[in-house]
């Protein structure tokens, strides 16, 4: 009995109580307000999360219209290119950003991106890895001439015989050709080998692992599309809470 009679002197101290209930009680109250602020900041957080993942993808969009143009592409065009060309392998956001570095390695080879980009599907159906990866392998050995790159792909290109070859379909001497003919050369050669060491690449059944692929795809477009339309609802209306908010604590800590 003293042992309760010190503990209640002990919590009186901390407040006007009357018995132990009151107190449970007083904490009780203080744990829902506490939990009700906690589910408060949580939303904020994950609303905050989805504001930036929105501007991420708005982001990779812009910098694509601008690239494209400044390539001399429509982007437009060049979008439904690429869409046709990862035929679900690739999620949109992604594949512009994989296009948006592509662009700027190739320069005015950018147009034929969507031809990379399906080599690159063919590649990842039948050696494996990662799409992404694959067609960033393609288009920086057509960019740098570095077609060593390609032989874990099953893809071997000879530089000397693709020069060559160009060099005869715009009558000149190889030694004449510009550096950007150079690289038109090299990428034309790999681009052929689609024709023959990717042959008949992604036109039979379809494996568990190009199906997963495209599932994980179909995930992925489904949430950026909710967070987009997501941005689109309150995307203004929660920055301006943000800033309401900063304002108000800036007050209470001061």
Known sequence: ISGVKEAKKTL???????????????????????????ALIYGVKKSFDFAMEADSIKQVNSQFEILSRNAGIVPEILKTGIEEATQGMVDADDALKAANKAIVELGVNAKRI???????????????????????????AAATGNTRLLRTMGIVVDNDDALKA???????FVS??????????????????????????????????????KFKTSIKEVYDAVILAYDKMIGAEFQAMITLASDKLKQFAN
Not at 176 to 205: F, R, S, Y
């Open 12 to 38: 009186s101290e901390l407040g006007e109580i009357e018995n132990i209930s009151g107190v449970l009680g007083g904490f009780a109250q203080m744990g829902l307000a506490l939990g009700t602020v906690g």
């Open 114 to 140: 969507p031809e990379i980009m399906e080599m690159a599907r063919k590649v990842t159906i039948l050696f494996g890895g990662d799409m992404e990866e694959n067609f960033a392998k393609l288009s920086q």
């Open 166 to 172: 160009y060099a005869r379909t715009v009558g000149k």
């Open 176 to 213: 004449d050709l510009t550096d950007q003919e150079k690289k038109n050369a090299i990428l034309n050669a790999v681009l052929e080998k689609q024709n023959t060491a990717l042959k008949g690449a992604g036109t039979g059944v379809e494996t568990l692992a190009v199906r997963w692929m």
